[in-house]
């Protein structure tokens, strides 16, 4: 029986760190976590959505007022209802929003506006007003939207010291090519 204290080769040389499996492991999670991390950051500036309310402490000042202004409108059982078909960048489409009182009556509004605001972009952010129609309660517009993506709207009815609103969101689809 042989005893040696020699080291048997195992023809694998670790002395050099680049060849080294561990080191190369190592140093193929950092480059992937750098080039993660520089596309998260480029996308967040690229992509910035801004400041949609100018006056955040104003807003939040209010906030009881806003919550006593939403029992009221609760209270009032108005049903708004306006549909939407697909709307295209730069294509006008006519939205049409019907409004009936809790007894389904239909409500003569004095006025009817729709706030729309663009969440990445609050100079893209818009408002219109709806005109009445022959019908009692049915009123329209026409809008065109200047760019595609999400658009977060609201649609407030005001009938004397009375309002109500619905709220939503649309997706604006790419123009067809032609």
Known sequence: MSTSSEPVA????????????FVLFWLFILIAVLTVNFFMVSMAI???????????YKHGVNYDQIMEARKAQALLGWQLQMPWSQVKEGESVRLTLRAQ???GSPIVADLVEMYAYRPSD????????????????????????????KWDWIVEVQRGTDKSSIAGDVFVADPVSK
């Open 101 to 103: 009182d809790a007894a």
């Open 46 to 56: 690229v992509t910035n959505p801004g400041l949609v309310n100018n006056n955040p």
């Open 122 to 149: 609050i100079k893209e952010d818009f408002m219109m007003r709806f005109q009445p129609t022959a019908e009692q309660g049915v009123y329209q517009a026409d809008v065109t939207f200047s760019k595609r993506g």
């Open 10 to 21: 195992s023809g694998k040389n670790w002395s050099k760190p680049w060849r080294n499996p």
